[in-house]
């Protein structure tokens, strides 16, 4: 397994404050595999997905990546961990405004010594035309697209993905899912994606359901089908 | 809604506490300095004034050679003029020091007794206050001189002697070396009988004007006039040493007018003799009070301060209105949506704009309120009046409510803050709702700059520069103002360091000896010269420059001067005084012949101590009118053996070096005070502007801190950019500053009779370029802590 998790738990505030987001989630993903983490708003999958990313440290239980333990990392250690293994998308694409797209994927590639060609991702992604661009002058989609290829410059194991069709239509969203799709089978990336898109789960390779902070669904698609095929996105 | 917008205005307050406590810290800091030296200044010059006014302080002195007849001081009452003797002895008391003694005054000039009595018996005497200060004289003690011993009964300032100088020529005041007292009558007369003094008796009058009198103001011109018709003999003059200085003068002349009145009458004979420019009248010397610079000096003084830090003021308060409205700016660019939404739901700009407005213009008037209270006590004007009180020699003047200043420190602050933040915030809020929720930036000039070619960390830089380039400029204008601030200290200290310095380099001689009645041959072992001390203007103040006729054979000014009447060679420090280079005329005023002569410049030569214009000595005799031998200055390596009586004044190379010295000990209060408030106001406008630019981009950072980033990364990409544009900016920052400041330095020492060379060493601004680096260097340090503390978890809170 690649990303194996067990009685992971996390509590936010104190008193009569204290929401435990997470109560013990136990799951494991295999390499090269694509994981949805679906559940209603404030199930804790965002929290299950920053303490896989390193983002937030949790209360209890263990996060194996890759046969390395990240719980109880430093901060600086986390960081490296984050540096050399993992890339982000997010719902809101977080590009930095005063850079063209160009730049913004040179973000993550300065932090590896083999990033993947530059150009070869922007053309794969269909960012030729964009490439001096800011991310004001793009649309939605196209910027989403920028955040992709920003995340996958580095060539990370493994991929995080927090709503990134969230803030899309469905047109585009599939354009993006197809993406994600061929960038995980040509590069072999193991990805989780946060959504609430139920429609998702259908494209996977792996489905997590999270209620209440517990893991109440975990199951393997058996019939996978193409992300351009996908209806009711 | 203004409730709950000022309900948000504290919690905004509360979350940036530390930013504006340190601005208001500044602001508080810079408003008492101001406050303290304005009010300093202002209760000084009006403090002067008037107590110059109710001691009676004269319109003017002139100096006679024999004392004024009853029948000439009558002809001036009945003209409007009242006047009274002010005649001097100097003595050299039992420490060295001299002392310059007067009976005690009735009408003009009075004595302001700051503590004990007036000389009632005749071994009182009372000491001017600083001269005692200096050398710790107390009433009840005793001081010796002239072969008499007084006990000192008070201590008191005259305004005739606000700045306690011996010689109306000299640039700074030594009250160690130089005092004045005051004696009784009859102890007087008793001191003038001895025979003790240094050098003769002064006949000097001090006059006021009596328009009651005449119905009219009389001018000075008009009392001049008045004085030189006076009938005058040479037979009334009690002064031996004029005497025999008028009989060798004139030996050889006088059988020449007794034949020229036996044969053509009495005027011929008294045109011939002052054609012969033989003794015309009784005036020496005529003063009026705008031309002593011993009267009012310590409120001149501080005119300068004055203007200088009214507008230093509006500068500085305008940098920090500046900065707190950065703030803002970043407070609107992270509100963004939330005033889009207030936008949408009717809430007007005005609205926002007076809510933005609470903080800075609340920060600002509490900080110049305290500011304003706490430089209205005696760590504030109290402390700088210091400055005056040990240099010149003025009354205890109490601290008095100034109306103009407490608005300045009061109002202006938020003023300044008002205009400044309205100019801004109102064009920062003027966006529209849509463009507001969608957080639209607006694109800055150099947004499509072309960095293909760039590595990413330097496109990267560039870009983040660009765009933070505000916060860069800011903290590059406060580096300016820091700069001025510190320019004004080194100059300061590099102009006393030369004067230090070359004063006594460029000073070959050992003694120059000032002749009132010279010796009818060059003593043994002197080289004469000839002066005649005139007039120049400069900013309003006229100083003394001398013109210094010499030999080709002078060693001490082996100078190339041609014969010519109207070319001299003029000394550096007035070249650098009065900005005048080879090729240039040069015009000198005779206030006593009422003559302007003007001169063409030939060149300049190396001489610090005073303002010399050099000229060939018989041609400086033919201008004057002075026999071909005639002499009035004797310069030597080694002192000379003449008769005190004879002489006006003494320098010798000592005491240059020892005003020098005191010019420099002056200063460094000042220099001090300048370089740590520039240090101050740097500091905290770099922390509080890069530390703002950090704030800035806490969600970018945070997104580079997930993507794995390390601080140090961070820091190199955030604020390295804005550290090296610091550090080129600085270059021409540097030179501009000083620039200016050398420019407006010749306003800042208008007054001051001194060489005035402000160039330096390179050294010193490679030192002050590396101090300025190193310090900003220190400062991202310091900031590395702040982004560190950013978590990577901020971008996931931000949320639209």
Request: aromatic share 0%; glycine share 0%; proline share 7%.
């Given at each position: 397994m690649y990303l194996e998790v067990k009685d992971l738990k996390k509590t936010y505030g104190t008193g009569d404050a204290k929401t435990m987001a997470l109560r013990g989630v136990t799951t494991s993903v295999k390499a090269g595999d694509l994981c949805v983490i679906q559940g209603p708003s404030g199930s804790g999958k965002s929290t299950f997905l920053n303490c896989i990313g390193g983002l937030e440290v949790p209360d209890g239980g263990s996060i194996q990546v890759d046969g390395k333990e990240i719980c109880g990392l430093s901060m600086t250690q986390l960081a490296e961990y984050r540096r050399e293994s993992l890339g982000f998308i997010f719902q809101f694409y977080n590009l930095v405004p005063n850079l063209t797209v160009r730049e913004n994927i040179e973000v993550c590639a300065y932090l590896t010594k083999d990033p993947l060609d530059r150009d070869d991702l922007i053309e794969t992604l269909g960012l030729s035309d964009y490439r001096n661009k800011f991310p004001s002058q793009l649309s939605g989609g196209q910027q989403q697209r920028c955040a992709i290829a920003r995340a996958l410059i580095k060539n990370p194991r493994l991929l995080l993905c927090d709503e990134p069709t969230g803030a899309l239509d469905s047109h585009t969203s599939r354009g993006i899912l197809t993406l994600l799709e061929t960038v995980n089978r040509k590069y072999g990336t193991t990805m989780l994606i946060v959504t609430h898109n139920n429609a998702i789960k259908d494209m996977v390779d792996q489905v997590l359901v999270i209620r209440d902070g517990r893991i109440s669904e975990d199951y393997r698609n058996e019939t996978k089908i193409p992300a351009a095929e996908l209806t009711d996105l | 809604m203004q409730r709950i917008l000022r309900r948000r205005a504290l919690r905004e307050l509360r979350s940036h506490i530390f930013r504006y406590l340190m601005l208001g810290l500044l602001i508080l800091v810079s408003v008492y300095m101001l406050v303290s030296l304005l009010g300093a200044a202002e209760i000084i010059i009006r403090g002067v004034h008037s107590h110059a006014e109710a001691n009676q302080v004269e319109d003017g002195e002139f100096r006679t050679f024999a004392p004024l007849t009853e029948e000439n001081i009558q002809e001036l009452t009945e003209n409007g003029v009242i006047i009274e003797n002010q005649f001097f002895l100097d003595f050299k008391e039992e420490k060295g020091a001299i002392l310059r003694v007067f009976k005690n005054r009735e009408n003009i000039n009075r004595l302001e007794l700051l503590k004990g009595d007036l000389p009632s018996e005749e071994q009182d005497i009372v000491l001017e206050r600083r001269f005692c200060e200096v050398n710790e004289v107390e009433t009840g003690d005793t001081v010796s001189f002239g072969g008499f011993h007084f006990t000192v009964t008070g201590l008191a300032t005259t305004p005739d002697y606000?700045?306690?100088?011996?010689?109306?020529?000299?640039?700074t005041a030594d009250s160690k070396t130089f005092g004045t007292a005051f004696v009784t009558e009859e102890m007087y007369r008793q001191l003038q009988e001895a025979g003790t003094a240094e050098g003769a008796e002064r006949f000097i009058y001090a006059y006021r004007r009596n328009p009651e009198k005449t119905g009219s103001e009389i001018t000075d011109k008009e009392i001049r006039k008045i004085i030189e018709d006076f009938p005058f003999d040479v037979e009334d003059i009690d002064d031996k040493w004029f005497k025999r200085y008028y009989r060798e003068q004139t030996e050889d002349i006088s059988l020449l007018l007794d034949m020229a009145e036996f044969a053509a009458g009495k005027k011929e004979a008294k045109e011939l003799k002052e054609n012969l420019g033989v003794?015309?009248?009784?005036?020496q010397e005529f003063v009026p009070r705008e031309d002593n610079m011993r009267i009012g000096a310590s409120a001149n003084d501080l005119y300068i301060s004055l203007y200088g830090c009214g507008v230093a003021g509006v500068i500085i308060l305008g940098l920090f209105a500046y900065v707190l409205a950065v703030f803002i700016m970043h407070g609107i660019d992270e509100d963004s949506s939330v005033i889009g939404t207030l936008y949408s739901m009717g809430v007007t700009r005005k609205d926002l704009i007076r809510h933005y407005m609470i903080l800075p213009v609340s920060v600002t008037f509490l900080a110049g309120l305290a500011g304003t209270l706490l430089g209205y006590t005696d760590y504030g004007i109290g402390f700088q009046m210091m400055d005056t009180y040990n240099y010149y020699s003025v009354p205890e003047l109490p601290l008095i409510w100034i109306t103009y200043i407490v608005v300045y420190g009061v109002v202006l602050p938020p003023l300044m803050a008002i205009i400044v933040n309205f100019l801004v915030i109102r064009k920062k809020l003027s966006k529209t709702a849509l463009s507001l929720l969608r957080r639209e930036k607006k694109e800055v000039g150099f947004h499509n700059l072309d960095l293909d070619r760039m590595s990413f960390v330097s496109g990267f830089r560039i870009r983040q520069t660009l765009r933070e380039s505000r916060i860069a400029l800011t903290v590059l204008a406060g580096l300016g103002i820091s700069l001025m601030l510190v320019w004004i200290g080194v100059d300061c200290l590099v102009m006393c360091t030369h004067v230090q310095h070359d004063s006594v380099a460029d000073t070959r001689y050992e003694y120059m000896y000032f002749y009132k009645y010279p010796d009818p041959e060059v003593p043994e072992g002197g080289v004469s010269a000839y002066a005649k001390s005139l007039k120049k203007e400069r900013f309003g103040y006229d100083l003394d420059v001398t013109l210094m006729g010499i030999g080709p054979d002078n060693p001490y000014f082996p100078l190339d001067l041609s014969d010519r009447m109207d070319e001299v060679v003029i000394s550096s420090a007035m070249a650098q005084k009065y900005n005048l280079k080879t090729g240039d005329e040069v015009t000198l005023r005779d206030e006593e012949a009422g003559r302007i002569y003007a001169f063409h410049i030939a060149g300049i030569t190396q001489f610090s101590p005073a303002f010399y214009a050099f000229m060939d000595i018989d041609a400086l005799r033919k201008i004057c009118g002075a026999g071909k031998d005639a002499y009035n200055v004797v310069f030597s390596d080694h002192a000379l053996d003449i008769k005190s009586g004879r002489l006006y004044a003494t320098t010798t190379k000592e005491d240059i070096r020892k005003a020098s010295d005191v010019f420099i000990e002056l200063m460094w209060g000042m220099i001090y005070f300048m370089t740590g408030f520039s240090i101050l106001i740097f500091v905290v406008v770099m922390y509080l502007m890069l530390g703002v630019l950090v704030d800035h981009s806490m969600y970018d950072i945070s997104l580079m801190k997930i993507f794995g980033y390390r601080d140090r990364e961070v820091r190199k990409l955030y604020l390295s950019g804005s550290q090296v544009l610091i550090a080129i900016g600085t270059i021409p920052m540097i030179a501009l500053s000083k620039a200016a400041i050398d420019a407006l330095y010749p306003y800042f020492v208008s007054n001051v009779a001194c060489a005035m060379d402000l160039s330096m060493s390179p050294l010193v601004y490679v030192g002050i370029y590396l101090f300025i680096v190193t310090l900003c260097f220190i400062i991202t340090r310091l900031l590395q802590r702040k982004i560190h503390r950013i978590s990577p978890g901020e971008i996931l809170k931000h949320r639209e």
């Open positions: - | 606000d700045s306690p100088v011996r010689n109306m020529t000299d640039s003794s015309v009248h009784n005036l």
